[in-house]
């Protein structure tokens, strides 16, 4: 049986990959929901993906204007959850 503890930081860690993952969420949403930067992030899903994935994902962040707010011209409505 897991611990609440343990299922929330699932979750919570969850939400980040799922984030990552979104082609539209630029890293700025990431840290303004939870606080983390970039670099956390390229952490947290090199340590919760397998290799491949990880490799998958650099590939594709890699550059992405719409990853990174500052470069984006994106004017798409932001959910407030983000």
């Given at each position: ?66 990853k990174h ?14």
């Open positions: 049986m897991c611990s609440s503890g343990a299922h929330y930081e699932e979750d919570y860690y969850d939400r980040i990959i799922e984030m990552a993952w979104e082609d539209r969420t630029p890293f700025d949403a990431i840290e303004y929901q939870f606080g983390i930067k970039e670099n956390e992030v390229r952490k947290i899903m090199r340590t919760h993906l397998k290799e491949s994935s990880f490799k998958l994902w650099r590939k594709r962040v890699k550059g992405r204007k719409t707010s500052k470069t984006s011209e994106s004017n798409r409505f932001k959910s407030s959850n983000q």
